[in-house]
Structure formats: C-alpha cells, structure tokens
C-alpha cells in the first residue's frame, strides 16, 4: 500500500510499518550528529532497524529482541504466568506496556522542558488511551500511578541534577550487527545532592522503567549493549556509567515523601556476558522474515496465485523506500 500513516511512518503492508527514527531531544552543542539515518521496521509483530544506502538494505535485530531470546525467563515470572494463565497473562503485559510506553512520553516532556503540570495529566491519558484505542477505564485504573510515577521520576532528576544530552535516540552497531533506542544520555551527578562522596559529575546511559520491582540481570546487559553502541557512534563524548531507574512503591505507604530506585549497573559482573549472548543470538534459528503481501485484480479466468507475492522484509523496505522517493519528489517533503 505504500501510504503515510502519520508523520514519517509508512505502510508497506498489512501490519508492516516503516519509519525513520529522529531523537526526541539532542544537544548539537555536546554532540555530532551520527553519519547515518536509521530507520525502523514493525513487521508483524518483529522489530527491526535499518539503515538504506546504495549497496541495499540490512537489518539489524533490536537489542530487545535479542535479549528475550537469549536470557532466561525469570522464575517468578514463570510461576506468575502459569498461575494467572495465558490469556490474562498476555492482556496483562500488554496492558502495563501501554502504560510504560505513555509514561516514558511524558518523562520525556519533562526531561526537556524541566516542567511538567499533573492536573493536565488526565486529559493527556485520555487523547493517548484514544489514540491507542484502549478501554476508558485505563484512565482511571493509571492516572494516580502515572502522577506518582511522574513524581520519582522527577525527584531523581533533581537530586542527581540530570541534564539530557540525547533523550531516545536510536543508534546501531554496524560491526556487531545490533541496534536499539536508548532511553536517555545525559550529564549528571554520580551521586545525589548532598552525599557525602562528592560533586563527581558522569555522563551516562540511565534506562527507565516503570515497575517497582527489582532491577534484573537483563536490565544491565541491556544497558551494556547500548553503551557500545553509543561509544561506537559518539567517540569523543563516551559513556562513563550505565544505571537504571525506577519509580518506588512509596503512595502504598500512606507517606508524603517521593521515593525511587536507583542502581548504576557499571560495574556489574553479569556484563560479561555479553560476547557471548551475541555469539548465543546468531545460533539459534531466525526469525522469518518473508511477508506475503495480496494485491490487485482478482480475475476468475486466470491464476489467483498471480494475486500473491512473498517478498523478503529487505525487499518491502527497498519497495517502500522507491515509492517513498516519489512522494518525496512530489511534494518536495524530506525523505529519511
């Protein structure tokens, strides 16, 4: 179909959107733009990224794609599944990942412009539940958690002065063959305001989440993966730490004060695992990456299979790509 479906985000197919990916915040002062466009691909339920050039097209798998294939299922994760059943499981994880994704929006509204008015939150939460075309009651059911979290958040960034350097910005190791979205680079203090160790100031790679449970192995990896590719691409502004952090389960406690948690992940030793989980990845079998795209006009005196085409998701993206150059030319609009 090859149609725009919002402002750079292309339909290629059925359930198979492309898009180019722009950082929502980057300090030009601070930092060089990357030498290369990178693009993301939705297929079906795949992730992939992309960069297009005149040798063609590669894709490269998401570092959360390659992380749920490769690191074991957490036990208590395990038996919550089992107990809760499928089903329910499933509309569950969906449901607290809607939510994530609304709150990690808003985080990044308040990273940049420093403030940020909770009593226009509910509105916020209706236009997104709308948009995503969730149940009315997700507002409801998220709006108190969403503040709250908003709060943590925001009692974090000050403690530790945070001052953002990229906020989601995707990036992609050419030599490892890996890419992903990283949450937030920023300038910070190692430590909070007022600890006893010191003013030091970092730059860093911090990963939000929005549970209130502990941080876990893959959170780290996930945070090394990002950091090699960051160094890779910014050179002469490397990352010095990599941390997570988290909103705490404070408003259950019937206490005014804001809480959060927060764990630098540099020096954690589950980072050596690394090679060899990549090694891991390019074992096991692949994801398949044909679409079966149905088209045009259905004529009873020839052969319906003519009617089908099995292209490979680099051919979609080439395709997309060609009819996106004409548009492009046609209505002198940028291109990715």
């Known amino acids: 179909m090859n149609t725009e479906t919002k402002m750079g ?13 722009k950082a929502v915040f980057f300090d030009q002062d601070a930092l060089r733009e990357p030498s290369y466009k990178l693009c993301q691909l939705n297929a079906r339920g795949q992730r992939y990224y992309y960069v297009a050039d005149s040798e063609g097209v590669e894709l490269y ?13 957490n036990k208590i994760l395990t038996d919550w599944k089992v107990a809760l059943g499928k089903d329910a499981a499933e509309a569950y994880t969906m ?18 412009e420093r403030r940020y008015n909770l009593d226009m939150m509910r509105e916020t939460l209706s236009k997104y539940a709308e948009r995503e075309s969730l149940p009315l009651s997700f507002v409801e059911e998220h709006l108190d958690e969403a503040k709250y979290d908003m709060l943590s958040f925001a009692k974090w960034m000050r403690e530790y002065d945070v001052r953002p350097l990229a906020v989601e910005i995707a990036l992609y190791h050419p030599l490892l063959k890996y890419a992903g979205m990283l949450d ?52 002469d502004v490397p990352i010095t730490e990599i941390g997570n952090v988290s909103p705490k389960a404070w408003w259950n406690t019937a206490r005014k004060q804001v809480s959060y ?40 005196s020839d052969d319906v299979d003519k009617n089908v085409a099995v292209l490979t998701m680099e051919e979609l993206v080439k395709k997309g790509n060609e009819k996106m150059s004409e548009d492009s030319a046609a209505d002198d609009t940028p291109l990715f």
């Not at 003013?199 to 990896?221: C, G, S």
């Open 9 to 21: 985000v292309y339909e290629l197919a059925n359930n198979v959107t492309a898009e180019q990916i």
């Open 61 to 73: 798998p998401s570092v959360t794609t390659i992380l749920k294939k490769v690191m074991p299922e």
């Open 95 to 112: 449901e607290r990942a809607r939510f994530g994704s609304f709150v990690h929006g808003q985080l990044q509204s308040l990273m940049i």
């Open 184 to 235: 937030c680079v920023c300038s910070m203090r190692k430590y909070p305001v007022g600890d006893k160790h010191g003013d030091e100031r970092v730059v860093a790679i911090v990963d939000f989440k929005t549970t209130t449970k502990d941080f876990r192995d893959e959170h780290a990896i996930q945070l090394g993966l990002y950091r090699d590719m960051w160094n890779l691409s910014f050179p």
């Open 261 to 300: 948690n927060f764990e630098w992940q540099t020096d954690n030793e589950v980072l050596k695992q690394i090679p060899y989980l990549l090694e891991l990845y390019k074992l096991l079998p692949e994801e398949t990456r044909k679409i079966a795209v149905c088209g045009g006009m259905v004529d009873l």
